[in-house]
DNA sequence: CTGTTAGCGCTTTCAT
DNA sequence: ATGAAAGCGCTAACAG
């Protein structure tokens, strides 16, 4: 592998010359730029990037660590991210934290310590005060799905509230009253937030609310069967549920199978995310779209902007859910 | 940030020591070693990777390049592949290549450049000979999902004659006999082999194999209900169709649906890969099981072994699908 | 506009 | 067992 030094040797230039043209600067002569691009292509020279980073300090990655690798929020999130990044030039380091938190620590260090420019994060183990502290280190991040008040500039996330709010006030509207709900665990903020907007269509709607109707589940497809299942052990009385995700409804939809029951003349299902999948499904699920590929753009050129001050965009950092209205839910 | 130059003075050894005990070298008294650890922990010392890479020419880190980063195939496939390396003390370096040649060549040239110690591809876009010519080259690398006899040994992938066989086998042995078949794109070379698997299927029980029961497809969902409602309108006769993938076998069965076809009464349907979804479809559909986590595993296995001499396991090459019976296929 | 000269932080002979 | 010193390949003042 050729050398900046062969390059400069065969050019009969410096070594900085080199290095000049390499990087693009002004004040190069159009003569030892020709030559220099010449030697670079006789000795079909790479420049070696550990070198570069070295001496420059600068990686030209940034990391991306997020809970899972796979599952359709995730890769439609990474797809995105690579996308952008290549495109500006820069490349992405991924690592998953798969919700733990000593798991995601060790992500977060190795990342760091991988000199990756900045950090795009999703991570849920991690707490608050650890995050904020990170902030005042060297390397600058942006955070996924999550707001943290004292770093709210890095944080960008769905307005949670309206997604909730949004599945209840559909499922009124079409004329039901007896809304079961499963949701994923309460301790999770969007969990929480999707709550409180499914509360107050209640509320507007004078509809009370009942905690027999719902369960608390874990975001995962079984989850959603086994709330439905408790439901119907629990005698409650219900013609719709809500999902805090497709996963779960999916799993939900399952569950009124086993009991037979008609999807969605006998119970209607809402889900939450906008997954691929749910255009698969039987009847096609509606759903509440998530602008994931957005958010993980907006990150991302977030980080272009400020880390590598390449973009001037405008900067949005609370993202709008939106009811995708398909084939799950009855009009009464 | 410290350096190993304040540990070494800190600790009052040169830095050799201190490189010595950072790499866990043998011939460090017990007392150096103390002393550079107490250093260390006092400055709260960590090396710096790139530095590291410059000088020892070893990265640590294997470049992944794959078609695309979403979809449940590649997602299994880069999650198995993380957590071995991981695992290992080693990291990806992820990236796609979108089954286009150019960007599959710059995905290549990019992680090459950015001194990965080895390369996990899965390409389609990319030639046999680029490929040989590359394993000529100084980074070693395995290929996922394609045989190239001239480089076998770096080669895992699926018996797909064999799981061509095992879905026509098993409509067979349920009585079936007008089978139709929705493809992959010819070309590649995985959808040639399952053809060859079916037919061989057909043969042994004779049954003629018809070209009009043949839909060429591209893999994607929609494709599979353009092939569905092609066979429809030309007047095919058959009582169930395999496709490809799951993807398609979903299209599939929505264009039985848009025929008022009832699934598996009227039109029974067998799927390939055994991707998470297939569960959630209704009725859950019977597939091809491909162990693409077995697959990634190995083959990261392979990298630890021949690249960082860590491992000694018994390398396989070839995989094995397996029919995975669900609710998609009518016993006549 | 071009060349000289220090580094970037660590590994690795080679002596001792 | 330990240290001195020479790089790894490139960037970035600085001087000219």
Redesign the interface.
């Known amino acids: ?1 050729a050398t900046i030094y062969e390059v400069s040797a065969l050019a009969g230039v410096s070594l900085s010359s080199v290095s000049r043209v390499l990087n693009d600067h002004e004040h190069v002569s159009k003569k030892t730029k020709q030559k220099v691009v010449a030697a670079m292509n006789e000795l079909d020279y ?6 570069r ?2 001496a420059s300090n600068c ?1 030209n ?1 940034v990391g991306v660590l997020v809970s ?5 929020f ?3 999130m ?2 995105t991210i ?2 952008e990044l ?1 495109n500006a030039g820069k ?6 934290g798969h919700s733990d938190e000593e798991s995601e620590k060790k992500g977060l ?2 990342l ?4 990756c420019d900045a950090l795009i994060l999703h991570v849920d183990a991690i707490s608050d005060e650890y995050l904020i502290k990170l902030s005042k280190g ?1 390397t600058p991040f942006v955070i996924l799905n999550r707001y943290i008040s004292e770093i709210k500039d890095n944080c960008f996330y769905l307005n949670n509230e309206l997604g909730g709010y949004l599945a209840a006030k559909h499922l009124i509207e079409q004329g039901h009253k007896d809304i079961a709900y499963i949701s994923g665990p309460t301790t999770k903020q969007d969990t929480a937030e999707r709550l409180v907007g499914h509360k107050k269509a209640l509320t507007e709607a004078h509809i009370s609310f009942k905690e027999n109707l719902i369960y608390e589940g874990d975001y995962l ?1 079984e989850s959603g069967r086994d709330g439905f299942n408790s439901l119907i052990k629990n005698k409650a009385t219900f013609t719709a549920v809500i999902c805090s995700n497709d996963e779960m409804a ?1 799993g939900a ?2 569950g009124a ?1 086993d009991h037979k029951l008609l999807i969605p003349e006998q119970c209607s299902f809402i889900g939450f995310d906008n997954a691929f ?1 749910t ?4 009847p096609q699920l509606t759903t509440i779209n998530f602008p994931v590929n957005d958010m993980a753009k907006m990150s991302t050129l977030w980080i272009l902007q400020n880390v590598y001050k390449q973009k001037e965009i405008k900067i949005t950092n609370i993202f709008t859910p939106k009811l995708i209205e398909r084939k799950s839910v009855l009009q009464k």
């Open positions: 592998m790479r420049p070696n990037t550990i070198a980073s070295l990686s990655s899972e690798l796979h599952g359709p995730f890769g439609a990474l797809s690579e996308l290549r490349h992405a380091v991924i690592t998953a260090d190795f760091i310590d991988r000199n060297k497809t999916s939809m399952r199978r999948f255009e698969y499904l039987y």
